[in-house]
Nanobody, 117 residues
């Protein structure tokens, strides 16, 4: 059974930092492109950041320079370091695994990030 479990969300003041973690079981992350998505209240889910098996990264324009995605294949974990947080970063954040050869996709259950002004 595949599980992606996010942690690290919470309430933080504007300008603060949080680090989200996504721990995987049932799959080997090194074969997957890993992504963090977010869904603000009443809005569609959007890609925040992604990292391929070759460690190429891409970011939404709104988070460039503030967020950093990284992966630790030995620990089967993906991290999202979020700095200089803004109220508009408030959302449920979801971890996603996208198989680069199988195209199998998996989602975590989400973790809430709330940034107060």
């Amino acid at each position: 059974q595949v599980q992606l479990v996010e942690s690290g969300g919470g309430l933080v003041q504007s300008g603060g930092s949080l680090r989200l973690s996504c721990a995987a079981s049932g799959i080997t992350l090194r074969f997957y492109t890993m992504g963090w998505y977010r869904q603000p209240p009443g809005k569609q889910r959007e890609l925040v950041a992604a990292i391929t098996s070759g460690y190429s990264t891409n970011y939404a324009d709104s988070v460039k320079g503030r967020f950093t995605i990284s992966r630790d294949n030995a620990k089967n974990t993906v991290l999202l370091q979020m700095n200089s947080l803004k109220p508009e970063d408030t959302a449920a954040y979801y971890c996603n695994a996208d198989g680069e050869s199988t195209h199998a996709r998996y989602w975590g259950q989400g973790t809430q990030v709330t940034v107060s002004s």
